[in-house]
Structure formats: structure tokens, C-alpha cells
């Protein structure tokens, strides 16, 4: 059953207040909340946008939140989810970013992160079973699944290139499966075979491409009209960029930004672009919000009141796009679904992202416990070992295992071991 509007909208707010632990976890928090507990959408749907937004440039997550959002009210809809998941970390990424600008070190926000940290690593792990539950069905998945993360964690091969040999792979599995015949619709089996909703599918997505680049341009061109081009063109150009290439989420674009920030337009250190990176894995929402970070520090050296404003714009060049996308193929996804030939490619994408998340998971565990040049962080791995008992025996909720984790923070770092 379909829901009001005014029904639907607490819960993408619950959902973007709620949205720790990277995408992996806020796309179980979003099937938890959206499927299973309210079955506002049947899990096959959930699982095929999933599966369609980890094909885009841009963040999973945030795609996927916009395409639920469209898939119960439409355009209006998508943007009010989207936007939920998104604005409550980009707030309070701005005020983490003035904090870390204008008063340095913050004993308490680093024991605060020590504290999350583990915690929203158990939450991942948790999250990884819940999705591969649903997406390895065969031996033929469970094997695409370990050669994404084979790929991406040993071999650094490009998470585009992953996508579509595992899509590739999902035809072959397919066709295998159906006993050698193509997979290609027949007449029958495609949809809409007098091309009239093929024609209203593109006048949609040109209409859609088309308005957002005149939304992006008004933007600009206002922003140059009012204010001088240093550093506002530099934040357009970088996270415009950066938004176009962002496949395989932040970790995957993070070399990037960074060396442009940093290197290319010398707005902060690289210790604080890493700080910024900690602070977006401890705070909701996508990580791809430390672009909010990095573009905070852009504006910095004209004030507090710059420094807003160039995060801000960081913030809107940085997700425009991938609104434009999803929105504009929204109407696609449940369509392509119905060809033999994508939904097997789309099965393939599914098996690989458990891989892909994964891969995820260990880069986290990595960065929190064993620290380049230094020991392994005891205190941390410790309260992870009782964040895996919490999460997969207590099964404690989300909220309480988050405010678990910064008490135990804190605590730690009273007592002088992290």
C-alpha cells in the first residue's frame, strides 16, 4: 500500500539521521524501514534500483533513497528523500569542518570517532550479511561476489570495469541458464512494442538532463555575478569533476579530490583532508559528503561566512548531478527489469556489489585498527569485538549501538587508551 506523502516523509528523515556506516548500512537501514518493516515496495523493486544506481556515477545510497522517494510520489517525492538523506549530514559536516577550522584539535570529537568507529564497522558486517542474504542465490553468484572483491582488494582494478564484468558475466550466466538462447526479448516479452513509452522515456530524461544544467548554469552564473570568481569557479569545476566520476563511491573519487584540495588548490593539509574523512564516516549519510569538508576549507581564508558558502555549493555540485541521473532513468528501472537480457546483467551487478561492499568493510576495518606506520589500535579492535556480539546475538538497535560507541569513546580516551 502506497502512503500519503505526509507519511512517507518522517521516515526519510529517521532514515538521513539514521544513515551511519556507509552505504552498505544505509542501504539495510533503507530495506529495513521501506521493505521489510512498512512493505511500501516489494523487495524484487528495492533490489533492481540498487542494483541500477551502483550503475551510475555518483553514491549508491543517495540514488537509491531518490529512486524509493520517486518509485511512492514521483519526481516531488524523489527529491524530498534524496534531499532527507543528505542535508542532516551535510549540516552537520559544516559545523564539524568550522569546529576543526577554527579551533584545531577537539579532544572530544576524535574520542567520539574512536568510539563510532568500530561500532559502524559491525553495523557494515551485519548490513553485508542481510544483502548477500539476498543476492547469492546460486554458486555462480557467490563466485562473482568473491571476484569483485578479489578484483578491487588485490588487483585495484577500476569498480567501473567491475560493474560491467559483472554484468557481462550475468548475460553469460543467463544464457547459460536458458539453455544457450539469446537473451533478447522477443516481441512478445518487450514492453511497449509500439514505441510509445520508449518515446515518453526519453522526452522525460531530456527534460530532466536538460533543466538541471540550466539549474546548475543559474547557480554559477549568480554566484559570479554576486561574489568574485576565487575560490567559487574552483569549487564548481572540482566537484562538478568529481561528481561525474564518482563510480564505487567515496573511497573510489577520494584520490582525486584530495589531490586537488590539497595539492592543485592548496585548501587544507593532507592531516585534515584525512580528518575530514573521519568525520564523514562518523556522521550520517553518504562519505562523499567530505566534499562538504574539503569545500568548507575552499572559502575559509575569506571568513566563516565564504567558508559556508563554498561548502554549501560543494555540497550542491557534488549531489545535482546525481539527482539528474536517477530521476531521469527512474522510469527505466522497473522496465528494464522486464527485458531477459537486463535483468540477467542486473543480477550479475547484484552478486558483484556483495564483493564490492566487502571490499568496503575491510578499507574501513583497515583505516580504524591498523593505522599506516603504527600499532594495531587495541582499545578500537576490542570495542569492535563487543559491537559483533551486540550487533549479530543482543541484535541491539542502530541508534543505541551509535550512542554506545561515543560513550565508550569518550570513556577510552578518559582513561588514556586511544
Known amino acids: 500500500m502506497t502512503p500519503q506523502l505526509a507519511t512517507a516523509l518522517p521516515v526519510w528523515i529517521k532514515i538521513g539521521l539514521l544513515s551511519f556506516g556507509g552505504p552498505a548500512g544505509q542501504i539495510a537501514l533503507m530495506q529495513d524501514e521501506v521493505v521489510t518493516r512498512r512493505k511500501w515496495i516489494p523487495a524484487e523493486s528495492f533490489d533492481r534500483g540498487l542494483a541500477f544506481s551502483m550503475m551510475l556515477p555518483g553514491p549508491e545510497a543517495q540514488q537509491l533513497a531518490t529512486w524509493l522517494g520517486w ?41 567520539v570517532f574512536a568510539g563510532v568507529q568500530p561500532v559502524v564497522i559491525a553495523l557494515v558486517l551485519a548490513a553485508l550479511k542481510k544483502i548477500a542474504d539476498r ?6 553468484h557467490w563466485a562473482l561476489a568473491a571476484a569483485a572483491f578479489a578484483a578491487l582488494w588485490f588487483a585495484g582494478v577500476p569498480f567501473p570495469a567491475v560493474i560491467g564484468v559483472a554484468a557481462l558475466a550475468g548475460l553469460a550466466i543467463g544464457k547459460l541458464r536458458a539453455g544457450g538462447a539469446d537473451a533478447v526479448p522477443t516481441a512478445a516479452e518487450a514492453p511497449d512494442n509500439n514505441g510509445t513509452a520508449p518515446a515518453r522515456l526519453w522526452r522525460h530524461l531530456a527534460i530532466t538532463l536538460s533543466l538541471t544544467a540550466v539549474l546548475v548554469a543559474g547557480v554559477f552564473l549568480s554566484v559570479r555575478g554576486l561574489v568574485s570568481p576565487a ?28 589531490g586537488q584540495a590539497v595539492e592543485a588548490y592548496g585548501w587544507l593539509t593532507p592531516e585534515a583532508m584525512l580528518n575530514g574523512l573521519a568525520i564523514a564516516e562518523a556522521t550520517p549519510g553518504p562519505l562523499i559528503l567530505v566534499n562538504t569538508y574539503a569545500g568548507f576549507f575552499a572559502g575559509w581564508g575569506g571568513g566563516t561566512g565564504q567558508a559556508l558558502a563554498t561548502g554549501a555549493l560543494a555540497t550542491f555540485y557534488t549531489f545535482a548531478p546525481s539527482f539528474a541521473l536517477i530521476l531521469a532513468f527512474a522510469p527505466a528501472v522497473e522496465r528494464v527489469s522486464e527485458i531477459p537480457w537486463a535483468k540477467a546483467a542486473l543480477a550479475g551487478i547484484s552478486a558483484a556489489v556483495v564483493g564490492v561492499i566487502l571490499n ?59
Open 71 to 111: 518509485r511512492l510520489h514521483g519526481v516531488v517525492g524523489g527529491l524530498i528523500a534524496g534531499a532527507a538523506f543528505i542535508v542532516p549530514g551535510a549540516a552537520l559536516m559544516l559545523l564539524l569542518a568550522w569546529i576543526a577550522a577554527a579551533h584545531g584539535e577537539v579532544s572530544a570529537v576524535k574520542a
Open 135 to 140: 543476492a547469492l542465490h546460486r554458486p555462480e
Open 231 to 258: 575560490p567559487f569557479d574552483d569549487v564548481a569545476e572540482l566537484f562538478l569533476t568529481a561528481a561525474l566520476v564518482t563510480f564505487g563511491g567515496a573511497y573510489a573519487v577520494l584520490p582525486f579530490v584530495a
Open 360 to 418: 568496503l568493510a575491510l578499507y574501513l576495518a583497515e583505516a580504524a585498527f591498523l593505522p599506516a606506520g603504527g600499532q594495531p589500535e587495541w582499545a578500537k579492535i576490542g570495542l569492535f569485538a563487543v559491537a559483533l556480539v551486540a550487533v549479530f546475538w543482543l541484535r541491539i538497535g542502530m541508534l543505541a549501538l551509535i550512542g554506545g560507541g561515543i560513550v565508550a569513546g569518550l570513556v577510552l580516551s578518559g582513561v588514556g587508551a586511544i
